[in-house]
């Protein structure tokens, strides 16, 4: 079963602006990561946060991470055509676990030309 | 260099019959990960080798599903009686040792059991 939400589904915009898009997760984590998969090509991964820190930047994208609401969020700023994609948000628990990701259900992002 | 590559891409199988998937993972990549996405969804976790040794199996929904990796480089995973729910995308990954958290996903084999 998979361990978290994403909201929303799905995500429509215009060139130029920006796409938030949340996850929220059940139990307590080691990390968090973002990917994103186009259709026909595998899964790319995009960032990573640790349990310990709240946020962290990679050229146009910004993720949070709230362990007491055990959500984070994915900021895409000035979106591109080329960013539309599904995105989907990973965590592992470290342990045993340690090489398990369990993925949400992802937000479908369509961004308009 | 080369990612993680597999085969065959597609795969039609009428239900009942066995199929096998092939994964071949980055050079050097100790570690490998077998995950299951159905339409719609994120993937799920299915199975994890370090070398040749499968360190975990908790992910695989049934005894028809069984996956090796003999010389701890390229990896198998078999479906045995393929049944019309065992449809989906079978997604590949490899790692460094000691770096699990940062997999990179081969494109996948797309399973449709008719």
């Known amino acids: 079963s998979q361990q978290g939400e994403e909201d929303p589904q799905a995500l429509s915009i215009q060139e130029g602006e920006n796409a938030t898009m949340n996850c929220s997760y059940k139990?307590?984590?080691?990390?968090l990561q973002w990917y994103r998969q186009n259709s026909g090509r595998g899964l790319v991964h995009l960032i990573l946060i640790r349990s310990n820190e709240r946020e962290k930047h990679s050229g146009r994208l910004r993720v949070t991470l709230d362990t007491s609401k055990k959500s984070s969020s994915l900021l895409i700023t000035a979106s591109r055509a080329a960013d539309t994609a599904s995105y989907f948000c990973?965590?592992?628990?470290?342990?045993?676990?340690?090489?398990?990701?369990?993925f949400g259900q992802g937000t479908i992002l369509t961004v308009h030309p | 260099g080369a990612g993680v590559s597999q085969s065959p891409r597609y795969k039609v199988a009428k239900r009942g019959q066995d199929v096998a998937l092939r994964c071949d993972p980055i050079s050097g990549h100790v570690s490998l990960f077998w995950y299951q996405q159905a339409l719609g969804q994120g993937p799920e976790f299915l199975t994890y080798f370090q070398n040749e040794a499968q360190l975990d199996k908790s992910g695989l929904p049934s005894d028809r599903f069984f996956a090796e990796r003999p010389e701890g480089s390229v990896s198998t995973l078999k479906i045995q009686r393929t049944q019309q729910e065992d449809s989906a995308v079978y997604l590949c990954a490899s790692s460094l040792l000691g770096r699990a958290y940062e997999q990179y996903f081969g494109p996948g084999t797309r399973l449709t059991v008719t």
């Open positions: 139990t307590s984590i080691n990390n």
């Open positions: 990973a965590t592992s628990k470290g342990g045993t676990s340690y090489g398990k990701l369990t």
